[in-house]
């Protein structure tokens, strides 16, 4: 175990993280993630699913000196000299590896850090000073077995750490349209998202694809899969979630972020 338990739960959070430009603009983004990270306790570690890191299987970032990985291209010079020097941790990422018993989880330290997760965290915490651990994403796996394995990660709460699903609920690049009005398809998906969020309705969650609105919302399940490690490390009956962003960015892109345990 990490630490001895702590008396109350770390939140789960997860982060409608957009563009990578976010890690170097001032915007109500960027401002509302700062405001949640000074709501939570220092973390004894951050363990991030994030979209941005797809492979056939479940494996643990498993190295204490993780690079960073700029998994983007086109943008202004300035996003590529962002540095984010958080220390990993081999003795956590076997403990995360412990924790999962659904599957067989590898230990990896051929990734790093991506910008799902250092957009995001430069922002909340930009001294760096909280180890940072990664798990893949299986994209081709049951959707519940991405919950059973956030079930099986949830007792990490108790000792000190802050999950976070890195993603977007509606992400289809192929549409952006900046400075347009939201497609209606895009805030009918997020909706539905998030009432089923409020009703703890996992089904609903699981069964997305059963919405008209998916097929444009969700053209592929990267960005949505890590939202479903979040609904497992919580108890849905008894945990309600906070919303925060909810704003269609470039009319394909939802910004919506949920807390829990705040």
Not at 89 to 106: E, F, G
Not at 121 to 150: F, R, W
């Amino acid at each position: 175990m990490v630490d001895k338990l702590s008396q109350k739960p770390m939140p789960v959070l997860f982060i409608g993280h957009g563009s990578p430009m976010n890690a170097i603009e001032d915007n109500e983004f960027t401002r509302t993630w700062k405001k949640i990270a000074k709501s939570i306790p220092k973390p004894k570690f951050i363990l991030c699913i994030s979209a941005h890191w797809l492979n056939g299987r479940t494996a643990v970032l498993s190295t204490d000196n993780p690079r960073l990985i700029y998994d983007f291209y086109g943008f202004p010079k300035e996003l590529y000299s962002v540095k984010y020097p958080a220390s990993g941790s081999k003795k956590y990422a076997q403990i995360i590896k412990d924790c999962i018993k659904t599957l067989d989880v590898k230990l990896d330290d051929s990734w790093g850090i991506d910008h799902g997760a250092w957009s995001v965290l430069v922002n909340m915490y930009p001294k760096a000073d909280i180890p940072v651990l990664q798990l893949s994403i299986n994209p081709d796996m049951l959707l519940e077995n991405h919950v059973k394995i956030g079930r099986e990660l949830a007792i990490l709460r108790n000792q000190g750490v802050l999950i976070i699903g890195s993603g977007n609920i509606v992400h289809n690049l192929g549409m952006m349209r900046p400075g347009a009005e939201p497609f209606s398809w895009a805030e009918e998906f997020d909706d539905y998202i998030i009432k089923s969020l409020k009703d703890g309705n996992v089904d609903n969650l699981l069964n997305y694809q059963k919405q008209k609105s998916a097929r444009y919302a969700v053209p592929t399940n990267d960005h949505y899969i890590p939202l479903l490690y979040v609904v497992g490390a919580v108890d849905v009956k008894t945990e309600r979630p906070t919303f925060y962003c909810q704003k269609t960015f470039y009319s394909s892109l939802s910004m919506t972020c949920v807390s829990y345990g705040l």
